[in-house]
């Protein structure tokens, strides 16, 4: 295909559809405004650090572990979070999330034009086909777009991908007796990961997924360049020496080495949180995830068939690894689903056009006629008008701004607790407990809140899953700590063993959650005041609106 073409399939209709649809997909895969359980604490901890209390670094809100040591190893997110939440509240945190989505795609696109020009002698991907695998990676991308710090790791990924995609092209295209001027060149990209690496470690934990690409990446470019060209020992050390100036970068942070040593001794500490749990086979819920996986499993491996040149098909050496893993660590954590997809898009797109291309070769018969074209592009548009249309309804009914289920927090709970004067410690579910941080501040402390490792020790961890499973030693919770109010989630169905409790009082119950409080000298006058109360129901309703 000459340039005249390209430019004139570019600038088609199929083009604009294709561009509408992908946009029409990220607004309403993307354009969530649901609050994440974790939003209030992070919101509340970047103010503090805006107000001049500096980094949190002991615990103030807990009694299960007052005084200990506070990892806030996302305290850049926090930061940027409560900015922008400050500077134009719920719009300007939707704008952002937006922002950062409409990236990540144009991040993704990069990665797999680069991609696309070795395999594909740069022909052009056909964009109705394109668009709709793309809405299949926003779609599996949904679970992930919240306002939380993983939004962060996923926009740098995505960035790092599109870096070493470059980094990788270059170098193989590099002549092997070029000087160091072209070498520096070449890896200049792959460079430009290190400074993206210290960031990243501010904002997430997430960043080691960003240091391991990269050393896997360059261990690769290492053992391949000595495959095909013998020992080529400055590539190699300049190789090595981004890999380890990527591994020293996330040093640059307030904890220093102890970063490193806090993640490694609490990766294993998410056993019973759901998103930690894994993805099992056939599971309707990650229905999406799973069609990814084949799809991308098909692409990969037609690319890998249909490539003729062997030059072409070490740019895969890399990448296709990478998904390997991606896709293993998805189904081993939900969480990480949303890792694979973006690690996935090039491989699928580019994957996808081979196909396409052989199968129109091979049958001629289908290539659709402009009639038939047309008629797809029309259902696409249609498509993406719907999707439009959805999210504009979406806007009318709810407004712009952040909300949360009544049933999903326990807003009214809180409610009742205030009204009636019912302070001190709350033993709350860990979703929760950045709710009461936010809503109660200084006149109550948690059991546990979403902090989690950051700083509670394994034993609070423990006693807090053995009061919610039930199981052996359950009584803990409220038996070795100062428990004053015990709150629980309706649904966990924990209240029937708090009810056969003596210690314990019965004071309220919603759709959402049941409310008990201990029976102390501290809450005798509160008890006694409340069974005076004539209807303890009288307290407000707050519409469930961040904050």
Request: charged share 15%; net charge neutral; aromatic share 10%.
């Amino acid at each position: 295909m000459n340039e005249q073409a390209r430019n004139s399939e570019r600038s088609s209709p199929t083009l604009a559809i294709a561009i509408l649809f992908v946009v029409a997909a990220g607004l309403h895969f993307l354009g969530g405004m649901g609050a994440d359980p974790d939003l209030w604490a992070h919101i509340h901890y970047g103010g503090m650090i805006l107000d001049g209390h500096g980094l949190p670094r002991v615990d103030v809100f807990s009694y299960s572990a007052p005084g200990a040591a506070f990892y806030d190893h996302e305290w850049l997110a926090d930061l940027v979070l409560a900015g922008v939440w400050r500077s134009g509240g719920a719009i300007a945190l939707g704008a952002f999330k937006l922002l950062i989505g409409a990236a990540i795609v144009l991040a993704l696109l990069d990665a797999t034009r680069t991609l696309r020009r070795e395999l594909l002698a740069d022909r052009p991907l056909e964009p109705l086909l394109s668009a709709c695998l793309l809405v299949l990676v926003l779609a599996v991308l949904h679970p992930g777009a919240t306002f939380r710090p993983q939004l962060f790791t996923m926009l740098f990924l995505a960035l790092e991908l599109a870096l070493l995609a470059r980094a990788d092209l270059r170098l193989r295209s590099m002549h092997s007796g070029a000087g160091g001027a072209a070498l520096v060149s070449a890896l200049a990209p792959a460079g430009l990961i290190v400074p993206l690496l210290l960031v990243w470690a501010n904002l997430h934990g997430g960043f080691l997924v960003g240091v391991g690409i990269l050393g896997g990446w360059a261990g690769v470019a290492i053992l391949r360049l000595y495959w095909i060209q013998g020992p080529r020992w400055n590539v190699a050390a300049m190789l090595a020496a981004i890999a380890v100036a990527g591994a020293l970068a996330p040093l640059v942070n307030p904890y220093g080495t102890e970063l490193y040593t806090y993640l490694w001794r609490t990766l294993g500490m998410h056993e019973e949180i759901s998103e930690w749990q894994p993805v099992t086979l056939g599971d309707a819920n990650f229905l999406r995830y799973q069609v990814l996986v084949v799809a991308t499993v098909l692409a990969a491996g037609l690319v890998l068939l249909r490539v003729p040149s062997g030059r072409a098909r070490t740019s895969l050496a890399w990448l296709v690894p990478l998904a390997a893993v991606a896709a293993l660590y998805g189904y081993r954590h939900q969480r990480h689903t949303v890792l694979f997809a973006e690690v996935a898009t090039p491989l699928l797109l580019v994957g996808a056009e081979q196909a396409r291309a052989w199968l129109v070769w091979r049958w001629p018969v289908l290539v659709p006629q402009p009639g038939v074209r047309r008629l797809l592009a029309g259902g696409i548009a249609a498509l993406a008008l719907v999707q439009l249309a959805i999210v504009t309804q979406r806007v009318q009914s709810e407004g712009l701004a952040v909300r949360f289920g009544r049933l999903d927090y326990p807003v009214d709970a809180v409610a009742f607790l205030e009204r009636h004067g019912f302070h001190g410690n709350l033993a709350v579910p860990f979703e929760w407990g950045g709710y009461v941080i936010n809503k109660m501040g200084e006149r109550s402390r948690v059991f546990i809140d979403g902090r989690f490792e950051a700083v509670y020790p394994p034993a609070v961890i423990d006693d807090y899953f053995r009061f919610t499973s039930g199981i052996a030693g359950w009584e803990r919770m409220i038996e070795a700590y100062p428990t004053d109010v015990v709150v629980v989630q309706r649904w966990r169905n924990i209240h029937p063993r708090l009810f056969a409790r003596a210690d314990l009082e019965y004071v309220y119950s919603d759709p959402a959650a049941l409310v008990f409080v201990r029976r102390n000298a501290a809450t005798a006058p509160l008890l006694a005041r409340l069974a005076a109360t004539p209807d303890r129901n009288d307290f407000p309703r707050y519409a469930t609106v961040f904050p």
